[in-house]
């Protein structure tokens, strides 16, 4: 069984910068892929961004590429994203999740974080 708990969301103007942190306990988290994904008030969670067990292999939703990097560190237990650029239109509850496989769907996805808000303003 797998935790995962995120931090850094907040309230940024637009063109500024957040990073986000997804604290993985109870599993060995080398084994995992793990995905970003965000849900905004009415709208269904969608794929932000994925990373491979090593980190050697990324994915993004094309409407976040190049302005947001995933990352992550297996001797820290620990996923990044950094969200650059932002917009208004980023606003939403981010999630992080693991899988045991490579994860662009949420349905793929084994287990989850509890969300951290990001709210960018115009």
């Known amino acids: 069984q797998v935790q995962l708990v995120e931090s850094g969301g907040g309230l940024v103007q637009a063109g500024g910068s957040l990073r986000l942190s997804c604290a993985a306990s109870?599993?060995?988290?080398?084994?995992?892929?793990m995905g970003w994904f965000r849900q905004a008030p009415g709208k269904e969670r969608e794929f932000v961004a994925a990373?491979?067990?090593?980190?050697?292999?990324?994915s993004y939703a094309d409407s976040v590429k190049a302005r947001f990097t995933a990352s992550r560190d297996n001797a820290k237990n620990t996923g990044f994203l950094q969200m650059n650029a932002l917009k208004p239109e980023d606003t939403a509850v981010y999630y992080c999740?693991?899988?045991?496989?490579?994860?662009?769907?949420?349905?793929?996805?084994?287990?989850w974080g509890q969300g951290t808000q990001v709210t960018v303003s115009s």
């Open positions: 999740a693991a899988a045991s496989a490579r994860i662009e769907k949420s349905g793929e996805a084994d287990y």
């Open positions: 109870g599993g060995t988290w080398s084994r995992y892929y």
């Open positions: 990373i491979s067990w090593n980190g050697g292999i990324t």
